[in-house]
């Protein structure tokens, strides 16, 4: 991805936390979404930061730091339907345009 | 429900015949994408449309092409596959500048995985 990097693959247990980190260039920076997407399916909306802090949705939360370029996505009490690859998305700025990274493909093992 | 729908799901083409993909959606969104998803790959946009404007992808090869007859419907118009060209194509709509939207989240479709023989 332009300027995104997050790690290509994680490994977990189920039931257990994991931390997806992210990483982008901050200028122009408008905004950091977090998709999912299982294999040969579309990506889904998971999360959405603007602000610096913790968003929390339910199993999965979301951290947004700016100054530091930085976000992570948490995932707790992981599941075996939560193997997927989880994207990191940059919002470009005036032209709302949606910059991707490669994407984290976690695995989930029992 | 509202969605994002886009056909075929799968479709098989030969190198140089011309293909065109589509996408519509229920959402009544201003804004349509087209995304390309190679193999382990980030999606990359290849253009998108803000109501009737075009805007196409600095490195978006001339091969590729898009209409949007309506606000309803977006095509994909690839000229002359090339074996590089098999990938998923992603279309994601969303909406922009209204009134009370928080953020600009994309919905995207399910996909057409595109083979070239």
């Known amino acids: 991805g332009q300027n995104i990097d997050q790690p290509t693959e994680m490994t977990a247990t189920e039931g257990a936390i994991v931390q997806i980190n992210c990483t982008y260039q901050?200028?122009?920076?408008?905004?950091l979404f977090w998709y999912q997407q299982h294999a040969g399916e579309a990506p889904t909306f998971l999360s959405y930061n603007v602000l610096d802090g913790l968003e929390e949705k339910g199993r999965f939360s979301s951290f947004l730091s700016r100054s530091k370029g930085y976000s992570y996505l948490l995932l707790k009490e992981l599941q075996m339907k939560d193997s997927a690859s989880y994207l990191c998305?940059?919002?470009?700025?005036?032209?709302?345009?949606?910059?991707f990274g490669t994407g984290t493909l976690l695995a989930v093992q029992p | 429900d509202a969605m994002v729908i886009q056909n075929p799901r799968y479709q098989v083409t030969q190198f140089g015949k011309p293909v065109t993909l589509s996408c519509s959606q229920t959402?009544?969104?201003?804004?349509m994408y087209w995304y390309q998803q190679k193999s382990s790959q980030a999606p990359k946009l290849l253009f998108h449309?803000?109501?009737?404007?075009?805007?196409n992808e600095a490195d978006t090869p001339d091969n590729f092409q898009s209409r949007r007859p309506n606000t309803s419907f977006c095509f994909l118009d690839i000229r002359s596959p090339g074996l590089g060209d098999a990938a998923m194509y992603l279309c994601?709509?969303?909406?922009?500048?209204?009134?009370?939207?928080?953020?600009?989240?994309?919905?995207f479709g399910p996909g057409t995985r595109l083979t070239v023989l």
């Open positions: 998305a940059r919002h470009g700025g005036a032209t709302n345009k949606l910059i």
């Open positions: 901050t200028s122009g920076f408008n905004g």
């Open positions: 994601a709509t969303s909406r922009e500048g209204a009134t009370g939207v928080d953020y600009n989240e994309q919905f």
């Open positions: 959402l009544n969104h201003n804004v």
């Open positions: 449309y803000y109501d009737k404007d075009f805007n």
